[in-house]
């Protein structure tokens, strides 16, 4: 049994971690938000300290170490994207592995940074990047391992979670904090796109603003018009009304259905990251380098057919 520690327990994203503590049969130790909004832990993991303040939370993680069989093994981190760095790095001075969510960091020069302390440390990172377990995304990967014949897929990526007026008032709405809604919502979809079809080859932006963004990405063995969005009048018109999310992959005009399978991503990352087999920076790189282009990209006037069907109804 493995002892854990988490930052962030009342994010949205905080009970997929502290229930796949629990089903891979470990023990979450202590917790760290600066909310204490966390009653989830009572059906999960009641026994657990609870923590308001870091420097109280950090204390106790240290003088855990002191005791034969009560330090802590891993931190978990859920907090804010951008304190995701030095939350990683106080983890791996405390002694500990690190499991972050995405994005792990918003530079190449941060994973460079962590990497330093991986070193300095001797204790690992690993990224949650969990479509990369979706059995959908898998079989994809696959078919267009097998066909190795140079053609270069046309692919459409479309996600669309509607946010309600609260989302820019929180830290997501601020891009200094979530860097951005490209970032925010759409890290683990450009490391599937890299996953599946390769090394990436171009990277345009279209479009860019508060919550949405658009862009092209030319990648081996695949040709991506992407589009992402909190905004809910962006729902195509056979959902509005119906579902506050559209999500879409399509491939050479076939939809991949992947809608589903979602919920026990995380604990299969943990199984896989306790099992030796978890992602870390390295993996992470390129998605890091995707969005961090994104970022600092001037929005282009799409060519020829790059532009995503969706950017029509920006443009009328």
């Known amino acids: 049994m493995k002892r854990f520690a988490l930052i962030g327990a009342a994010g949205y994203i905080a009970p997929r971690h502290m229930t796949a503590i629990k089903d891979t049969g470990n023990e979450l130790v202590s917790a760290y938000d600066i909310n204490d909004s966390v009653g989830i832990m009572d059906s999960i993991s009641p026994q657990s300290e609870f923590f308001t303040e870091f420097e109280r939370f950090y204390d106790h993680a240290w003088r855990l170490r002191r005791q ?6 891993y931190v978990a981190i859920c907090s804010p994207n951008y304190l995701h760095q030095p939350h990683i790095s106080a983890g791996l001075r405390l002694g500990c592995d690190v499991i972050c969510e995405k994005p792990l960091v918003p ?14 440390t001797g204790r690992r990172v690993s990224n949650i990047l969990q479509l990369r377990h979706h059995q959908a995304i898998l ?7 097998r066909e190795r014949n140079g053609h270069k897929h046309e692919v459409e990526l479309t996600y669309i979670t509607s946010r309600g007026k609260w989302y820019m008032e929180s830290w ?3 891009t200094r904090k979530s860097f951005g809604v490209a970032t925010n919502i759409g890290v683990h979809f450009y490391d599937m796109l890299h996953f599946i079809f390769g090394r990436l080859q171009r990277n345009v932006v279209h479009h860019s603003s508060d919550n949405k963004a658009a862009g092209y990405l030319e990648y081996e063995n695949a040709r991506v018009r992407w589009f ?12 509005k009304g119906r579902k506050p999310t559209y999500r ?6 076939g939809e991949i259905e992947f809608s589903e399978g979602f919920t026990d991503l995380h604990t299969v990352s943990y199984r896989e990251i306790l099992a030796g087999r978890g992602y870390g920076l390295d993996d992470a790189r390129h998605c890091v380098e995707t969005v961090n282009t994104i970022r600092s990209a001037r929005a282009a006037a799409p060519r020829d057919d790059e532009g995503h069907p969706f950017l029509q109804q920006l443009l009328a």
């Open 228 to 239: 992402l969005s909190i905004d809910a009048g962006d729902l195509p018109a056979a959902v």
């Open 107 to 120: 530079t190449p020069e941060m994973l460079d940074e962590l990497a330093l302390v991986e070193r300095e």
């Open 248 to 253: 879409s992959i399509t491939v050479d005009g």
């Open 139 to 145: 079989d994809l990967k696959d078919k267009v391992a």
């Open 172 to 174: 997501k709405g601020d």
């Open 68 to 73: 034969p069989g009560a330090a802590l093994d």
